[in-house]
């Protein structure tokens, strides 16, 4: 494949695990104050948001560095993104 075809699908994949990760966590700390036990809650949702963020930087990444670096940069960009538009 193209070059500029794997860097938009690291960022794009790297956005996608951002909003995924900090999109979990948000939708975790709402749900988690109101709970009779949030301490399962953030437990729970920390190790599920955890296992596919790392899965996905894992397969996305593979032996290339500069894949890893566009799917962190794609996954900072989503936290940006979820916390302007989180209320």
Same mark, same amino acid.
């Given at each position: 494949m193209n070059?500029?075809?794997f860097i938009a699908a690291a960022l794009a #994949? %790297? $956005?996608?695990? /951002? #909003?995924?990760?900090? /999109?979990g966590l948000w939708w975790t700390v709402r749900l988690g104050l109101t709970s009779q036990?949030? #301490?399962v809650w953030f437990l729970g949702s920390?190790? $599920?948001?955890m296992?596919? #963020?790392?899965? %996905?930087?894992y397969l996305v990444g593979r032996e290339n560095w500069e894949?890893?670096?566009?799917?962190?940069? %794609?996954?900072i960009a989503a936290r940006f993104v979820v916390r302007r538009h989180a209320p």
């Open positions: 070059d500029s075809l #994949a %790297g $956005a996608l695990l /951002g #909003a995924l990760f900090f /999109g036990r949030p #301490a920390l190790l $599920a948001r296992s596919v #963020a790392l899965t %996905g930087f894949r890893w670096l566009l799917c962190f940069v %794609g996954f």
